[in-house]
């Protein structure tokens, strides 16, 4: 037998230690994780006990797939139908999957058509493997963490007064595509003054102007894999409350890093940006949570907030992106991205930022 792709080896691991036959995973996300095949809705991917995994796409993907895919690749003119017998031919009795990723038909369609199957929900298993990342894996980020901070240092080129966000936003992404992106893993934020105090501002046509402080939050995607990142920018001399705000921000990005290593809860890393804010007095100013893994999708576990129940582990690449939003004047961010070790982290981002003045 041919080595196997590692991911999806880590997915076989399920099957084994949950005693399965197969896990089916028909979500885009966990069919790249486990093929490294970049599809669209329709595709599905098997990994049986006793075969080889497999990956089903619909004829206009198979040649792409068959380039792509890490493990083999069939091709089918009715899902449900290659489904249904694949299931059948392997004999599998007991198959895993991810209740929440799996549409309704598909579940009705094997309970139905397979009475005597049992299903079992994996979400968690396998959003907990997915947490810890591979050296290919951290590769990929750190590459699409490079393409992020070309387009913040566009951004920081472009800030102006006189620009809208919009324009910003363009220059920005336009120097990310050029450099290798694939597509931003979310709408790219430019959000100046009043804007800024909104966590998930949409950028807009609003003018940036003199006094503002203007918050870029955008992301690249490299083979896959995606990076986040904010820097909050000052256009022109701003308000000593502002620098206060910033100051704040800062203090509670390194005070949250400096707790950061394996075997800490994801919860304590978030205490301590909460406690540095609540010193400076913006505590309630800070709405949102202290970070999240980062991977194949752009909000992964581990939640790094006041409620998670996650351990941090070597491997696990997490944003710190502390907050402080004052509704109707202006808001401060401030997001890395860090790779946890076992002693410590790594801060995978090098953009500067001390850029309000
Ligand atoms: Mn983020």
Not at 270 to 278: F, M, Q, S
């Given at each position: 037998m041919q080595e196997m792709f590692q991911r999806a080896l880590?997915?076989?691991?399920?099957?084994l230690s949950k005693d399965l036959d197969c896990i089916l995973l028909v979500d885009v996300s966990n069919v790249f994780y486990v093929s490294d095949f970049r599809g669209y809705e329709g595709i599905f991917a098997l990994i049986p006990k006793e075969h080889d995994p497999l990956l089903f796409v619909p004829k206009l993907?198979?040649?792409r797939a068959k380039e792509e895919s890490k493990i083999h690749v069939e091709q089918y003119t009715n899902f449900s139908a290659a489904l249904i017998e694949s299931l059948r031919n392997m004999k599998c009795k007991k198959v895993g999957l991810c209740y929440k990723r799996t549409p309704h038909t598909i579940v009705n369609t094997?309970?139905?058509?397979?009475p005597n199957i049992e299903l079992t929900d994996v979400s968690e298993n396998i959003a907990n493997v997915r947490m810890v990342k591979d050296t290919d894996e951290l590769e990929r980020i750190v590459e699409a963490i490079r393409i992020a901070?070309?387009?913040l240092e566009e951004a920081l080129n472009t800030v102006i007064d006189g620009i809208s966000e919009l324009n910003v936003a363009a220059k920005a992404e336009y120097s990310m595509r050029i450099s290798g992106s694939e597509k931003t893993p979310f709408p790219t934020i430019v959000a100046s003054g009043p804007n800024a105090a909104l966590p998930h501002a949409v950028t807009s046509s609003k003018i940036v102007r003199k006094g503002e402080v203007v918050i870029v939050d955008l992301g690249a995607t490299f083979k896959g894999y995606v990076s986040d990142l904010t820097r909050t920018i000052s256009v022109g001399k701003v308000d000593g409350k502002v620098k206060d705000m910033f100051q704040a921000v800062l203090e509670a990005q390194k005070a949250a890093i400096r707790a950061i290593k394996a075997g800490i809860k994801a919860s304590d890393v978030?205490?301590?940006?909460?406690?540095?804010?609540?010193e400076y007095g913006y505590k309630e100013y800070f709405i949102h949570n202290t970070g999240h893994g980062i991977g194949i999708n752009v909000h992964e576990l581990p939640i790094v907030g006041e409620k998670s129940k996650n351990i941090l582990k070597q491997g696990m690449v997490i944003t710190v992106e502390p907050g402080v939003y004052i509704?109707?004047?202006a808001g401060i961010r401030i997001e890395d991205d860090v790779l946890v070790t076992k002693t410590g982290c790594r801060i995978l981002s090098r953009f500067k930022k001390d850029l309000v003045d």
């Open positions: 880590k997915i076989m691991d399920i099957v993907e198979y040649e094997i309970k139905t058509k397979l901070e070309k387009g978030d205490k301590e940006a909460r406690k540095t804010l609540e509704k109707g004047y």
